[in-house]
């Protein structure tokens, strides 16, 4: 398999559905429009939907019945992107290689460009087609746990929480498992139900989601330590000026690269059921596991 060929087709895919799905730049009233589409065509890897899209190819199912939820999860994404740069949250000037929103449309717009991403997402999400085994409204549920409340805020709630402060292992899983593992293990259930997955399937591709969420943030925590602004596209060493924990700063960085591997191996097993179909998807954890930005 030729990784960088199948990751840029797949992000073409993407990219074109994303196009078609966001109201044009020149749609009134324009300014929100421009801004939603400047966040998410700024240059993001477009991680979640190409793993939505995996899922579903690893089912044999069909690649355009996974591209509403795949472009909805990537709308959600950059929302808690524009919304976490915000002067409120984390304050960043820089994202995906360029100014944040609030630094070009200013922070009103910005908090509504977010806003209207999110609200999108169920909009494009819904052009979805059912499946024998689930319904739209399972689909749209799906979702909103992702995002909500219970999942992606909270694990916002508690990193903001616990900036500053002496927190547990158990209190970072819990922030990295929200904040960061539950879109990823939903962007892959929901590749997973658009191939109308088998409830055995399903368990198994959410194990595996979830430890690949996992495995993906602690890499982030590390690059934030090992990497430049310049290579991220983001402002490097973040973390440790807002003195969050992270795994390099809980354990060192030799065991929070030893807990990476562990959880990439761990997300890997639980790929074994598929066989050879599940090529994609462990080309994809190979791939997050070596990646430098
Ligand atoms: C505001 C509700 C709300 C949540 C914000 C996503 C998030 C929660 C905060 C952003 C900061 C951060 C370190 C989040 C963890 C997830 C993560 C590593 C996001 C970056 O994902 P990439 O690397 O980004 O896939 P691109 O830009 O490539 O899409």
Redesign the pocket.
């Known amino acids: 398999m030729n990784f960088s060929r199948y990751w840029s087709v797949r992000q073409k895919q993407v990219d074109a559905a994303l196009d078609h799905f966001l109201p044009s730049a020149n749609t009134r009233p324009k300014t929100i429009h421009q801004a939603m589409r400047y966040s998410i065509f700024?240059?993001?890897?477009?991680?979640?939907p190409i793993i939505c899209l995996a899922a579903a190819e690893v089912l044999r199912g069909k690649i355009d019945a996974a591209l509403p939820q795949a472009c909805a999860v990537?709308c959600i994404?950059?929302?808690?992107?524009?919304?976490?740069?915000l002067p409120c949250?984390?304050n960043d000037d820089f994202?995906?290689g360029k100014p944040t929103s609030h630094k070009v449309y200013g922070e009103g717009i910005a908090v509504l460009a977010?806003d209207a991403l999110l609200t999108i997402a169920f909009e494009i999400a819904a052009r979805c087609k059912s499946q024998p085994r689930y319904s739209h409204a399972e689909i749209v549920r799906e979702i909103a746990t992702a995002?909500g409340s219970q999942a992606?805020?909270a694990?916002?709630v508690a990193?903001l929480e616990g900036e500053g402060k002496k927190i547990t292992p158990a209190d970072l899983r819990y922030i990295?498992e929200n904040?960061?593992a539950a879109?990823i293990a939903s962007s892959i259930r929901l590749g997973a139900m658009s191939a109308n997955a088998t409830p055995k399937q399903l368990k198994q591709l959410t194990e595996f989601g979830q430890s690949l969420g996992l495995a993906?943030?602690v890499i982030?925590d590390i690059l934030?330590v090992t990497q430049t602004t310049e290579k991220l596209?983001?402002s490097a060493g973040k973390?440790l000026k807002a003195q969050k924990a992270t795994y390099p700063a809980l354990l060192g960085l030799e065991k929070a690269r030893e807990e990476a591997d562990r959880l990439t191996r761990k997300a890997r097993a639980a790929l074994k059921p598929f066989g050879k179909d599940a090529a994609p998807l462990e080309a994809i954890a190979d791939f997050l596991l070596k990646r430098e930005?």
Do not use: N, P, W
Not at 42 to 48: E, F, I, T, Y
Not at 77 to 85: C, G, M, N, P, R
């Open positions: 700024a240059g993001g890897k477009r991680l979640r990537e994404h950059t929302y808690s992107l524009i919304h976490d740069d949250m984390d994202r995906r977010g995002a992606l805020v694990g916002q990193d990295h904040k960061t879109l993906f943030q982030d934030d596209g983001k973390d930005s």
